[in-house]
T-cell receptor, first 112, second 112 residues
């Protein structure tokens, strides 16, 4: 049983559009929610992260929205570019970075 | 250049033949970890190490061993590999458990 459920599995967006990836979790003890970006042949790299004391965090074109009552968080990529084409993983952990529980991943393709 | 180096990057082997995947980091990180990535399951933690001679099980430790005799190295050992261990493996490290993890580029293992 996956503790962090991620959707959609795959996503196609036109250049300039908004990409939205959603995650839901069950364990209310989770207190750290990162998103990772993975390019083919590479390991995941931390993209942006949020803690449950804020509802939104923005870094450039990437925004995390967090809904504590619904136990959901999402990644929004504004003005999506072909270079954003990658697999994105949400994750959650308790008390820090070390024991991360990952979602299943979303393969994003941004078409020119 | 700061990096996490895994070897080999690719390996095809047969059931029961012991193998070791090496992981080395040059950042003097205390915390190191191994994950496996499978389609539809995301990344799952196998083992982690908080420091030299300190290791602990992650979520899917069965069939794997690790050791941490030196700070920079954290090898993953499959004593008797089986086909269900065919996967993409990632090593990661961080300065401390409370810091973001840096991932290696992965090792693709195929066990026939």
């Amino acid at each position: 049983q996956q503790q962090v459920k991620q959707s959609p599995q795959s996503l196609i967006v036109q250049k300039g559009g908004i990409s939205i990836i959603n995650c839901a979790y069950e364990n209310t003890a989770f207190d750290y929610f990162p998103w990772y970006q993975q390019f083919p042949g590479k390991g995941p790299a931390l993209l942006i992260a949020i803690r449950p004391d804020v509802s939104e965090k923005k870094e450039g074109r990437f925004t995390i929205s967090f809904n504590k009552s619904a136990k959901q968080f999402s990644l929004h990529i504004m003005d999506s570019q072909p270079g954003d084409s990658a697999t994105y993983f949400c994750a959650a952990s308790i008390g820090g970075y070390n024991k991360l529980i990952f979602g299943a991943g979303t393969r994003l393709a941004v078409h020119p | 250049e700061a990096q996490v180096t895994q070897n080999p990057r690719y390996l095809i082997t047969v059931t029961g033949k012991k193998l070791t995947v090496t992981c080395s980091q040059n950042m003097n990180h205390e915390y190191m970890s191994w994950y496996r990535q499978d389609p539809g399951l995301g990344l799952r933690q196998i083992y982690y190490s908080m420091n030299v001679e300190v290791t602990d099980k992650g979520d899917v430790p069965e069939g794997y061993k690790v050791s941490r005799k030196e700070k920079r190295n954290f090898p993953l050992i499959l004593e008797s590999p089986s086909p269900n261990q065919t996967s993409l493996y990632f090593c990661a490290s961080s300065l401390r458990a409370s810091q973001p993890q840096h991932f290696g580029d992965g090792t693709r293992l195929s066990i026939l």
